[in-house]
T-cell receptor, first 115, second 117 residues
Framework: EAGVTQFPSHSVIEKGQTVTLRCDPI?????LYWYRRVMGKEIKFLLH????????ESGMPNNRFLAERTGGTYSTLKVQPAELEDSGVYFC?????????????FGQGTRLTVV | AQSVTQPDIHITVSEGASLELRCNYS??????LFWYVQSPGQGLQLLLK??????LVQGIKGFEAEFKRSQSSFNLRKPSVHWSDAAEYFC???????????????FGKGTKLSVIP
């Protein structure tokens, strides 16, 4: 069974450009989460989808970040325009039930560097 | 404010030595507790979790953790470390009561483990 897949694995972009990260969850997992780790800091929650609906987007830093999950399958996280402070590792996770009840499986992460 | 503290940023142990990674939490009520590991080039993998019951929890890869309510701690242990255990370890919590924030993990800053052959 395939795990959570994220791509690209690395992305280097210039400040002001747009980047789109993609996450393919484990098939059948209704719950999809995005997290981010800025260097030296904790891994922080960004948002949570249940199928195609945003259950909780309280962790999204600002309106330069847009997450979508069309059809309740894969998800994209777009940063437009990117700023230097957006650099970090973006993790995606999926789970069959809510994360407090079932195991969440994480992808390898996308390392985003904004220069 | 609710928080998770991992006081050790980096720990180095010799192969075969015992290991204890510390985790303390600050929450109104005892949350659900987790330990994750991230090996180089890999995603986070769940080692073990505590919801209730027996305070000594067994996990994968020979790890265990002990929940101590009086100390608000959930320390991770392994009796004999292997070189393949070199990785970064994250303690995480989820509120046990449903409500705001109860569907998201809150992580500590992580502890990087180096193993000397």
């Amino acid at each position: 069974e395939a795990g959570v897949t994220q791509f690209p694995s690395h992305s280097v972009i210039e400040k002001g450009q747009t980047v789109t990260l993609r996450c393919d969850p484990i098939s059948g997992h209704d719950n999809l989460y995005w997290y981010r780790r800025v260097m030296g800091k904790e891994i922080k929650f960004l948002l949570h989808f249940v199928k195609e609906s945003k259950q909780d987007e309280s962790g999204m830093p600002n309106n330069r970040f847009l997450a979508e999950r069309t059809g309740g399958t894969y998800s994209t996280l777009k940063v437009q325009p990117a700023e230097l402070e957006d650099s970090g590792v973006y993790f995606c996770a999926s789970s069959q039930g809510f994360i407090r009840n079932t195991e969440a499986f994480f992808g390898q992460g996308t390392r985003l560097t904004v220069v | 404010a609710q928080s998770v503290t991992q006081p050790d940023i980096h720990i180095t142990v010799s192969e075969g030595a015992s290991l204890e990674l510390r985790c303390n939490y600050s929450y109104g009520a005892t949350p659900y507790l987790f330990w994750y590991v991230q090996s180089p080039g890999q995603g986070l993998q769940l080692l073990l979790k505590y919801f209730s019951g027996d305070t000594l929890v067994q996990g994968i890869k020979g790890f265990e953790a002990e929940f101590k309510r009086s100390q608000s701690s959930f320390n991770l242990r392994k009796p004999s470390v292997h070189w393949s255990d070199a990785a970064e370890y994250f303690c995480a919590v989820v509120p046990s009561a449903e409500g705001a924030g109860s569907y998201q993990l809150t992580f500590g800053k992580g502890t990087k483990l180096s193993v000397i052959p």
